[in-house]
């Protein structure tokens, strides 16, 4: 009896949640899949087949330019159309032809091209997937649904790199590309089943709202350097994370061990279950807060890993602990900062300027990619471990922190 009622209340929990907003949430977590392992792993994959940290650094960077210029044109086809459906088809048709490009790459030049394809196909997917959620999630909090997407999100990525790490060590070393493709024609069915309501949908409640949110619109031009400030330090961390922390790990410190690409496995993999885990009950408590209050409990959570790993740099037999420490810390950051986020952005913006807003909320993301990966790859290169990146990011969280402690909405 124990397992039906526990599926029966899932199930009740589940239908609380209007049906587009269900339908986004899945849309979100196949991407999700998809792009787990393709973000967690890649640099490992080329790491392997014998590209420098600088030129894995700088796939990673050429993504992010090409992202700027799609983000530029989707913000501008959202404030035109407001249509969702032809971004998410055309992203999920590019990021097939990376998924192809990078499975096939064997060189430098190839990798480039796949990546290029990868930073294409964010540019045009993550302004249009949070563009659709406040509209998509009457009359749940935009907070808590932002939650519950990211939340799809921290399952599918888990599942991305779970899985595709199994593949890529057991089955074919590239066989996360191959999961991205599947999970990419997932998407194109699901949106083209739905088009005609998800179409509806969004235009009968883009006439009936009301813009209640005025109050923060006038504060748009006033906090925007703050704001845009705040989100690409954050994404900066982030990206380091998910780039760098691997290549770090698995070269070693300035007295730490260099551990073994399993137990780098084993330290990604229990940061996502562990984001998985507190993913909804963080962004439920964060979302009864202030504006701001996630992107301070964000700034501060990142300035104390970076700190960590820093100090676990210089650190023998302690050093794992540290690590471990770290990453529980980086996860409180991530599940804090990513609901709030996109909220406040699309809170304070101007009603025609929605979808340029989040366009600039994922560009920001992209920025984090083209300063991040690049320079510490060139550091990892010429120094062979990365703890002068950490203690600067972790002096720089402090700082931003600092700067908006005491600013509210």
Not at 217 to 241: C, D, P
Not at 383 to 403: P, R
Request: positive net charge; hydrophobic residues 50%; charged residues 10%.
């Amino acid at each position: 009896m124990v397992i039906p009622n526990r599926f029966f209340i899932s199930k009740l929990w589940w239908s609380q949640f209007p049906f587009h907003l269900r339908l986004i949430t899945k849309i979100r977590f196949f991407a999700s899949f998809g792009a787990g392992g393709v973000i967690y792993l890649t640099s490992l994959i080329f790491n392997n087949i014998g590209l420098s940290a600088t030129d894995i650094g700088l796939g990673f960077t050429i993504s992010a330019i090409i992202g700027t210029l799609t983000r530029i044109f989707t913000g501008n086809y959202l404030n035109k159309t407001g249509k969702i459906h032809n971004p998410l088809v055309a992203s999920s048709c590019i990021s097939i032809a990376a998924g192809f490009f990078l499975i096939i790459s064997t060189d430098t030049y190839s990798y480039i091209l796949g990546q290029a394809f990868i930073g294409a196909a964010a540019g045009i997917y993550w302004p249009t997937a949070e563009f659709v959620v406040p509209y998509f999630c009457q009359p749940i909090d935009t907070r808590k649904a932002y939650a519950l997407v990211r939340t799809s999100e921290a399952l599918g990525i888990f599942l991305g790199v779970f899985i595709g790490g199994f593949m890529n060590n057991f089955i074919f070393l590239k066989s996360i590309f191959i999961n991205d493709i599947f999970c990419m024609l997932s998407i194109i069915f699901l949106i083209s089943r739905n088009k005609k309501s998800i179409q509806k949908t969004l235009e009968n409640s883009q006439k009936k709202a009301l813009d209640h949110l005025k109050t923060y619109q006038e504060r748009w031009n006033k906090n925007t350097i703050m704001i845009v400030s705040s989100l690409i330090l954050i994404t900066t961390s982030l990206a380091l994370i998910q780039v760098t922390l691997p290549l770090d790990l698995v070269k070693g410190g300035v007295y730490r061990d260099v551990l073994n690409e399993q137990l780098i496995s084993f330290i990604i993999s229990f940061q996502l279950i562990l984001l998985l885990i507190l993913q909804w009950p963080i962004g439920s408590w964060i979302s009864k807060k202030g504006k701001l209050f996630g992107l301070k409990f964000s700034l501060i959570n990142f300035a104390l890993s970076s700190l960590l790993l820093f100090i676990s740099s210089y650190l023998n037999n302690a050093a794992f602990y540290f690590v471990f420490v770290a990453i529980i810390s980086i996860t409180l950051g991530t599940s804090s900062f990513l609901p709030t986020s996109t909220d406040v952005v699309f809170s304070i913006a101007p009603s025609n300027k929605k979808g340029y807003a989040l366009a600039l909320l994922s560009q920001c993301f992209a920025m984090g990619y083209f300063f991040g990966p690049f320079i510490s790859g060139r550091i990892l290169d010429l120094f062979g471990y990365a703890s002068i990146m950490w203690v600067a990011i972790s002096f720089f969280c402090f700082l931003m922190f600092a700067i908006i402690f005491k600013k509210s909405f």
